[in-house]
């Protein structure tokens, strides 16, 4: 078998999407996500321009020497441009591999360790009032796992938190130019405990609980959030200090029991070196679009097994439903499965990506198509054209640029 086309899907319903269409000599078709949120044009010119002209005429079957040939063949290695561009080739090459064999991807990785995937939704509001009425709003969706994030009292604008009054629909974060967020780490500090305190006395001690600081603090601010957090057991605290440094979290570990996850932004198993071998983590946030694939992702989630870490593959809107397929049959088929992020997306998403996982009673499951079991409506498709949109920036008080 050969790959005889390579096209690269670049759509917009509701927000950007990336996806990369293999097809083979036998009219077989594979699917990838390569969506980089507010930098997608980037890694479309990496498929189109350096990548498809290597894979026509190559063997699909060749999933590991694919990716090999693709990593360390460029010679400039890793960041999120090239990792996501490999990763669109694997896991449309899974997906070959499946309807081959006529088996769902999990199938091939080792068959199902569970039978359905705990999710955790996001919910939030400007002010605690507005914060309950979302998480109750979640609960009533089937939700049994819920991050909580909250605006701060001084601030206008804090990331992951949706507009006064607008329900579920989000504040407009992405823009043709970044809008400015604000940001005071002190009242932020002081203000969340009493926030977690509050949502604790709503809904009992019993609900999982998540919060994603999203790198904004200091190794010495997280620790004592961390420290003020432990009354409420939180399932984790998220990203509290920037991804760089691993040797952060040591600070965090050593002066806090709220369980730990970070990753989302790293995409390669050299950047959790440090936080795997010395155990500072509870959790890895990589999504399988940012990661290179489900091949390098299998073997990140192996190597944190051995330290007794868990999954918790990222899985926000810009995932789009190709990135969330390829996660739910990896989370399928490992054993240290923890949590699956899940926002689901936009009904005109449903349309152009139809898929065969579901959503019930807060779990999710990749259900029995062959491969990955995503279609993509190419016609559909093409009648939403791509258009640019930032994330948002964030500064202090004094004008400084913060972590957002
Ligand atoms: C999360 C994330 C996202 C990211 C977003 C950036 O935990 O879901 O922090 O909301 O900010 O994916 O594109
Ligand atoms: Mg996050």
């Known amino acids: 078998m050969k790959i005889v086309d390579v096209k690269v899907v670049v759509t917009r319903p509701g927000r950007n999407f990336v996806t990369l269409k293999l097809t083979t000599d036998d009219g077989l078709t594979g699917l990838g996500d390569a969506t980089l949120n507010g930098r997608e044009l980037a890694v479309v010119s990496y498929l189109r321009d350096h990548i498809a002209p290597l894979l026509i005429g190559l063997d699909p079957h060749r999933i590991e020497d694919t990716w090999q040939y693709l990593y360390r063949g460029a010679y400039w290695r890793r960041g999120p441009v090239t990792m996501a561009a490999i990763a669109a080739v694997d896991v449309a090459l899974w997906d070959i591999k499946g309807k081959v064999a006529g088996l769902p991807l999990y199938q091939l990785l080792g ?229 699956q992020e899940y926002s689901g997306h936009s009904p005109l998403a449903g349309e152009v990506f139809q898929h065969a996982y579901t959503f019930t009673d807060g779990h999710l499951h990749p259900g029995e198509a062959p491969g990955i079991g995503v279609d993509m409506d190419e016609s559909l498709a093409e009648t939403y054209p791509y258009e640019r949109a930032y994330l948002p920036v964030n500064r202090l008080h004094d004008g400084t640029v913060h972590d957002w």
């Open 111 to 339: 068959g199902a360790s569970r039978d359905r995937l705990l999710a955790y939704g996001h919910a939030s509001g400007q002010d605690t009032p507005e914060l309950l009425d979302s998480v109750r709003a979640r609960l009533a969706e089937g939700y049994r796992a819920i991050r909580i994030q909250t605006g701060v009292p001084g601030l206008k604008a804090v990331y992951g938190v949706h507009t006064k009054g607008a329900g579920s629909a989000p504040v407009p974060h992405q823009q043709a130019r970044p809008r400015v967020e604000d940001w005071d780490t002190r009242s932020y500090l002081s203000h969340m405990p009493g926030v977690f305190e509050t949502v604790r006395h709503e809904f009992g001690p019993e609900l999982p609980l998540l919060h994603d600081a999203h790198h904004r603090l200091t190794p010495l601010q997280a620790a004592q959030l961390g420290k003020d957090l432990e009354p409420y057991r939180l399932f984790w605290l998220e990203d509290c200090t920037p991804a760089e440094n691993q040797d952060a979290l040591r600070l965090v570990r050593q002066h806090t029991t709220t369980p730990l996850a970070i990753g989302e932004v790293f995409n390669t198993i050299h950047d959790y070196q440090t936080l795997l071998t010395d155990q500072l983590i509870d959790y890895v946030r990589s999504a399988v679009t940012h990661f290179g694939g489900v091949t390098p992702l299998r073997k990140l989630f192996d190597l944190a097994a051995v330290h007794q870490i868990k999954s918790a593959v990222h899985g926000p809107e810009d995932i789009s439903p190709v990135g969330m397929a390829a996660a739910l049959h990896l989370d399928l088929a490992i054993h240290n499965f923890g949590i």
